[in-house]
């Protein structure tokens, strides 16, 4: 006869786990354990295998938000654009400070000129964390194409404070200048500018 060696109960007759521990095992512990599986699977290169832990994960905890960041960049990673932007706000709607998918967010909406919303997600991430020099570069680069210049170079100045050296906030202070000194740019090239 066979115990489990949570309970030291007998288990019934053709079963491999415990039916009484099983049923108050705590859904949240079951999905991070997924989720640190999945993650694993990721760093040793097996993204299936990530996706159906992540996948198992949201199955006994359907609002873990690690879970659904993950599938999000993972489906953009292979190219599911739609499936990782809702991935994405479905993280945020169980962890509205999750500051990567509001970069993640905030960083798409730029790239495609959707500014108000780059605006939003991109100041929720100065405002969870305002050290996190990408999202003040890119929260930079959308005031300058609203053409808020003293926004934009105060967040440009506050990332060269951090680090003298960053080329996307130093080309964004001179697209600034340069408009505010009356000269033509023919187009921003983000790209240069270090977004990620």
């Not at 039916?19 to 999945?38: H, N």
């Not at 299936?48 to 873990?64: G, H, K, R, W």
């Not at 939003?120 to 305002?130: D, M, T």
Request: aromatic share 12%; charged share 20%.
């Amino acid at each position: 006869m066979l115990f489990c060696s949570n309970c030291r109960k007998p288990l019934p007759k053709g079963h491999r786990f415990c039916p009484y521990c099983y049923e108050t095992t705590d859904p949240i512990k079951d999905s991070s354990l997924c989720v640190v599986i999945g993650n694993l699977s990721m760093r040793n290169k097996r993204p299936q295998l990530a996706s159906l832990f992540y996948q198992a994960a949201l199955m006994s905890d359907p609002e873990n938000w690690e879970a659904h960041f993950n599938l999000g960049c993972q489906a953009w990673r292979e190219g599911k654009i739609d499936k990782a932007l809702s991935s994405w706000e479905s993280s945020l709607k169980s962890n509205p400070n999750n500051h990567l998918a509001h970069f993640n967010l905030g960083t798409y909406f730029l790239y495609n000129r959707n500014l108000s919303a780059a605006r939003y997600h991109l100041s929720r991430v100065r405002r969870i964390k305002p050290d996190y020099l990408a999202g003040r570069v890119n929260l930079g680069t959308t005031y300058l194409l609203l053409g808020l210049f003293n926004a934009a170079k105060n967040e440009y100045n506050y990332v060269l404070k951090l680090k003298p050296d960053h080329v996307g906030a130093r080309r964004g202070l001179d697209l600034v200048d340069k408009v505010n000194s009356g000269k033509k740019i023919k187009q921003i090239n983000y790209k240069t500018l270090g977004y990620n």
